[in-house]
């Protein structure tokens, strides 16, 4: 099983951000795929979720508005799309795909600084 984050950088406040997570090893469209962050100092925190087979998800109170979940299960692949990305966004972000077990990724780092 491998899930691999990409798309994290440094960006000024205000920019954007989309994060992908590339699936393998395990059957994509049975999970729930999951963005979670981590910043320094603090406990890993959910970000944003989606079902299986798409359509509902569910959001923190702090990006909603601001941040997109999505996924391709022909692709096997997650998205996050962050916009209007503020300071406290600073964290690595993980991927989890999440059934029975749950399997995450190795993380991405996102900085939001000026």
């Known amino acids: 099983v491998r899930l691999v984050e990409s798309g994290g950088g440094l960006v000024q406040p205000g920019g954007s951000l989309r994060l992908s997570c590339a699936a393998s090893?395990?059957?994509?469209?049975?999970?729930?795929m999951s963005w979670f962050r981590q910043a320094p100092g603090k406990e890993r925190e959910l970000v944003a979720a989606?079902?299986?087979?798409?359509?509902?998800?569910n959001y923190a109170s702090s990006v909603k508005g601001r941040f997109t979940i999505s996924r391709d299960n022909a692709k096997n692949t997650v998205y996050l799309q962050m916009n209007s990305l503020k300071l406290d966004d600073t964290a690595v972000y993980y991927c989890?795909?999440?059934?029975?077990?749950?399997?995450w990724g190795q993380g991405t780092q996102v900085t939001v600084s000026s």
């Open positions: 989890r795909a999440a059934r029975a077990v749950a399997y």
């Open positions: 090893g395990f059957t994509f469209s049975d999970y729930v």
């Open positions: 989606m079902v299986p087979a798409g359509g509902s998800t």
